[in-house]
């Protein structure tokens, strides 16, 4: 989440502000700003209106799609593929597409229905 941390860099806020004005929980935060922990729609939401920013502004890495449909497929997957699968699906992806693409690939080849 670089744009998060960048953007509150950016605009003079420490993380105890951040949680003073969202009321997002301190280290739910701080995980959330260092990609330990993704944002609920709900935590997007309220940090967008925070900033006053928009949703794609905020958080360009949820613009190609929403992650949560990527999440439930790969928990449908994990314990079907190899460690190699697992690999190639998690290593170099230069953007969400990329990534998502795979993992459309993946579900459709161990027969998980894919929407």
Same mark, same amino acid.
């Given at each position: ?37 993704? /944002?609920?729609?709900? $935590? +997007? !939401? ?5 900033? *006053? ?7 360009? &890495?949820?613009?190609?799609? /929403?992650?949560?449909? $990527? +999440? !439930? ?5 994990? *314990? ?7 690999? &190639? ?25 894919? &929407?």
């Amino acid at each position: 989440m670089r744009k998060l941390k960048e953007t509150r860099l950016l605009r003079g806020f420490s993380q105890d502000e951040v949680f003073w004005g969202t009321k997002i929980d301190r280290a739910q935060y701080s995980r959330i700003e260092r990609g330990g922990i993704e /944002p609920s729609a709900n $935590d +997007r !939401e309220i940090l967008c209106a925070f900033f *006053k920013m928009t949703e794609d502004e905020l958080f360009p &890495e949820y613009k190609d799609g /929403p992650p949560e449909r $990527d +999440r !439930e497929l790969y928990r449908k997957l994990r *314990k079907k593929i190899s460690l190699v699968e697992k690999i &190639e699906l998690l290593g170099n992806n230069p953007d969400h597409e990329t990534y998502h693409g795979k993992l459309i690939a993946l579900g459709k080849a161990h027969g998980i229905e894919v &929407e």
